[in-house]
Nanobody, 115 residues
């Protein structure tokens, strides 16, 4: 199995930056996709960005140009650099790992953007 631990969530002011981390451990398959999702209060969980083990990225339109997803395969860690944060970015951010055998979610980390 794979375990995921997110960190980095914090209370920030609008316009500031924050970096989230997701550390994976366990039986990590070399070919996988990791991603960040978020769930705001009263809303459904939505995709933020994904990155394959080969480095191909995908973003939801609302974060393009502000957020950058990356990963360090040697450390089995994925990051989300979030710049120019807005009120509407307030949510619990979850990381997700998918390979041919498993789909695993992290426990979430809270990001609160205050204006």
């Amino acid at each position: 199995q794979v375990q995921l631990v997110e960190s980095g969530g914090h209370l920030v002011q609008a316009g500031e930056s924050l970096r989230l981390s997701c550390a994976a451990s366990g039986s990590i398959f070399s070919i996988n996709v990791m991603g960040w999702y978020r769930q705001a209060p009263g809303k459904q969980r939505e995709l933020v960005a994904t990155i394959t083990s080969g480095g191909i990225t995908n973003y939801v339109d609302s974060v393009k140009g502000r957020f950058t997803i990356s990963r360090d395969n040697a450390k089995n860690t994925m990051y989300l650099q979030m710049n120019s944060l807005k009120d509407e970015d307030t949510a619990v951010y979850y990381c997700k790992y998918t390979d041919r055998f498993f789909t695993v979610w992290g426990q979430g980390t809270l990001v609160t953007v205050s204006s």
